[in-house]
Structure formats: C-alpha cells, structure tokens
C-alpha cells in the first residue's frame, strides 16, 4: 500500500468524522499518502479527491457529519457507474479503499471489490442494523438524543395528562426504537420486527392512564407498518376512552446531527484504525466492525443484502417495564 483514499457513504452519522481521523493518522503512520474522497460514490466517480495528512483533521473529531460530505448515489448501483468509480481510482494511483457508511454503501464496497479493487468498510449507521459489528457508528449519540427528547416529552407531556407518540430513526430495523424505549421509560414500543394491533396499544395506554400516570410515551420506529402518523390516524378514529390527549413528535433527522458521544468517537478511532489494519495485511473485501468487544473483520459477501436480526428478549423487557 502506498496511497489509500477514504470516503463517507449513505445517511451521515455522529463518529464518521473521528473514523476519517483515524483512517488517515494510522494510514500516515504506516508511511501511506491518504486522500478523501467528497460526497461519497458520487465524488469518487467525479474524481473530487483531495489530500488529508494528519492536521487537515484536526478538529473534526468532536464534530457530527462528515467533513468529506455524504451521498446516496444513484449512479453508484450500475455497472457503468461502478466502472468509472474503478477509473477514477486507477487514474488517481489509489492502491486501497475505504468505505465508511451502513448497508447500502457497504453493498457498493462488496461490488467494488467483486471488480478486483482492494476495499475495506467501516460499520457506520444511527440504524445499527449492519450484520458484523454488534453497534455501528453514529448509534450512541442517536439514542441518547431521543432519550433527551423523550425526558423532555415526560416532562411537557405530565403537565398535561398528555400522551406522546414518539417516532425515532430506523428504516427496516427498530433497535433504536427499542433501545430508546428501555431506557426512556416508553408504555410502548412499536417496531416492524413486530406485528402489533394498535388496539393493543391503545389498551396500553389505558391501563396506564387507569393507573394514575401522569403521561406516557410510546417509541415508534419510523419504519413501522403503523408509524406514528398512521398510528394517531387510527387513534383519532377509535381514541374516545384512551384518557391520554395524544400528540406526535417525529424526531427524524435531528437525530442524526448531534455531537458525537464519547462511545461513538472511541468506536470509530478503533475501527477507522482497524480498517487500515486490515488494508496492510492484505485483508481486502471485509467489513470492519466491533463484534463481541473487538475490532473484527468480516467478510462483505456475508454482510450485503442482510439486516442484522434484532435480540427479541429485549422487546419483551420492554414490555415488561411499562
Ligand atoms: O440509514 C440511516 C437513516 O437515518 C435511516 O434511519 C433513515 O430511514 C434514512 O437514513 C433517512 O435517509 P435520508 O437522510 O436520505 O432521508
């Protein structure tokens, strides 16, 4: 290896800016020239390289986004489109790649790499929904911004025997959702791993309203065959003996813009240096994530196309803690 090029795919999440510091300080400290690449596949197929040594990021680690900008790239899933991102990276002399970004950007590390170019993925999505690494980057600092949020509905919504329908994040995956749950106290979760009735819901929020609460809250993960805006939908219909005033807050991107957790910032230096790691021993065509308390490689063409499965014992805890 003597150039590598990093660049940051898909949804931004809090931590890629500490996984690009890390990729370029650890790949200068092996000898390496490392270049950004801007706005994701859209910029490696346009050529935007720049070059990053080791104080042109300084600073960033603290910072949520990415400094190199983000893309969903259309272009990126054709062929022709994958054939002029391999160009741009023979022209430019790039002997290795890194991809920081969630399923679908690693899905265009797996193809590029099926085309014979060395490249290594970082684990890095707020949906935490990644097969091959437990928690992914950007997670921690989502969560713990609904958990604000939903102490902040707690305390508005018992001023006014409100119920609050809180959407979070999570596209095909409702780990957020869950998460925010358990730790934010929820009467509720409402996730699409889970078939729910919204009539159970609605008895929830009774039986809670029965008991004298003074406000309760239900986690909705936006990806949810009832959303929130299809769940109040339906409570407007058939509310009349919830108790609860209802209202919906959609959290949606706000979560994504936070100052990255401490957990966040230390799981993306320890990947971001992970993945050049792996790019030095020729270990070409992984995902590298934290699995099981450690930096582990695997391979991409056991991750693509998979969403990670959700640990359903902890829907139950939900429950179980209304
Ligand atoms: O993949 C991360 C994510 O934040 C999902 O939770 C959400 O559904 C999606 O991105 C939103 O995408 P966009 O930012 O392109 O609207």
Redesign the pocket.
């Known amino acids: 290896m003597k150039r590598i090029a990093v660049l940051t795919s ?2 931004d999440a809090p931590g890629m800016n500490a996984a690009i510091r890390s990729v370029v300080r650890t790949g200068y400290k092996k000898g390496w020239e490392v270049f950004g690449i801007r706005e994701g596949y859209d910029g490696l197929i346009n050529a935007k390289f720049v070059p990053l040594g080791p104080r042109d990021v300084g600073g960033i680690l603290q910072k949520g986004g990415t400094f190199l900008a983000s893309a ?1 790239c259309e272009e990126f899933k054709t062929e022709k489109g994958r054939l002029h991102g391999m160009r741009s990276l023979n022209e430019n002399n790039i002997d290795g790649l890194v991809v920081i970004g ?1 399923n679908g950007s690693q899905t265009g590390s797996y193809l590029l790499h099926k085309l014979g170019f060395p490249v290594v993925g970082i684990a890095s ?3 935490n929904d990644l097969v091959g690494s437990d928690v992914t980057i950007g997670l921690d600092t989502a969560l713990n911004i609904a958990l604000e949020a939903i102490d902040r509905l707690k305390v508005t919504g018992a001023s006014h025997q409100r119920g609050f329908l809180v959407e979070v ?3 095909n995956c409702g780990y957020l959702a869950l998460m925010a749950a358990i730790a934010g106290g929820a009467e509720a979760v409402v996730i699409p791993e889970v078939d729910i009735d919204p009539e159970e819901i609605a008895s929830t929020l009774r039986v809670a309203y029965e008991r004298g609460k003074s406000h309760a809250i239900v986690v909705v993960a ?1 990806g949810a065959k009832y959303n929130a805006t299809r769940l109040i939908e339906y409570f407007e219909d058939h509310q009349d003996s919830i108790g609860f005033a209802l209202r919906v807050t959609i959290l949606g ?1 706000v979560q ?1 813009g936070g100052t990255p957790s401490a957990a966040d910032r230390i799981l993306a230096s320890r990947l971001g240096a992970g993945a050049t790691d792996a790019l030095e021993r020729g270990e070409y065509g992984v995902l590298v994530g934290w699995v099981n308390g450690e930096v582990k490689t695997t391979p991409l063409k056991d991750i693509v196309g998979k969403t990670k499965e959700l640990d359903l014992r902890l829907f139950e805890l939900a429950r179980l803690l209304d």
């Open positions: 898909g949804g969903r969630g999505t707020i949906d994040m999570g596209r936006e991107h994504r």
